[in-house]
């Protein structure tokens, strides 16, 4: 897979239910951000863990790190209908320039009231 | 809250025509990039700018782009000679200064460009 792959694809849910997005990258980095995108609308920034961090938490949200698998997941509780979007990791290249992200596909979250 | 604004949301333009879209980054902010999305595709990295220079660039950025801030508040991206597989939503983002791994950085809402 290539740095930053979100998992699953595509997601289906009904209101009130949790939603777990998985993201893998290849590597090493100095820390990976969570983007939203509404169809066609810009990136709205969710959060952001650094690499030497674990888990992180807020509001609904939590995302976990674990640099040795390389991989992160973002889980949103008791998921809500304003909740459908595009879901998107971004990572941070160890080292190198702090505005180059690089994304994943994302994962398109439909949340059904 | 503070947020990077783009003009046009939308552009058509003819192929071979120059485009330049225009970003007002958040104003404490000190580095600035350009992104793109083509539909259905990922959101690829451009080039980045800081201290009235280009930082990266990616090999998209090629000559036929150009960045520039020609004042203290607009961030512009050229494209001299449009051609159809420019068509993309181009993002604006910026940075807060700082130089650890913390700095989140903030996207605006996106030019669409359709090039015909």
């Known amino acids: 897979s290539q740095q930053g792959e979100e998992d699953p694809q595509a997601l289906s849910i009904q209101e009130g239910e949790n939603a777990t997005m998985n993201c893998s990258y290849k590597t090493s980095i100095n820390n990976l951000q969570w983007y939203r995108q509404n169809s066609g609308r810009g990136l709205v920034h969710l959060i952001l863990?650094?690499?030497?961090?674990r888990e992180k938490h807020s509001g609904r949200l939590r995302v976990t790190l674990d640099t040795s698998k390389k991989s992160s997941s973002l889980l949103i509780t008791a998921s809500r209908a304003a909740d459908t979007a595009s879901y998107f990791c971004a990572t941070g290249r160890y080292g190198g320039s702090q505005g180059n992200l690089i994304f994943g596909k994302g994962t398109k979250l439909s949340v059904k009231p | 809250e503070p947020e990077v604004t783009q003009t046009p949301s939308h552009q058509v333009t003819q192929m071979g025509q120059e485009v330049i879209l225009r970003c007002v980054p958040i104003s404490n902010h000190l580095y600035f990039y350009w992104y793109r999305q083509i539909l259905g595709q990922k959101v690829e990295f451009l080039v980045s700018f800081y201290n009235n220079e280009i930082s990266e660039k990616s090999e998209i950025f090629d000559d036929q782009f150009s960045v520039e801030r020609p004042d203290g508040s607009n961030f512009t991206l050229k494209i001299r000679s449009t051609k159809l597989e420019d068509s993309a939503m181009y993002f604006c983002?910026?940075?807060?200064?700082?130089?650890?791994?913390?700095?989140?950085?903030?996207f605006g809402e996106g030019s669409w460009l359709t090039v015909v």
């Open positions: 863990i650094r690499s030497n961090e």
């Open positions: 983002a910026s940075r807060p200064p700082g130089g650890y791994s913390g700095n989140t950085i903030y």
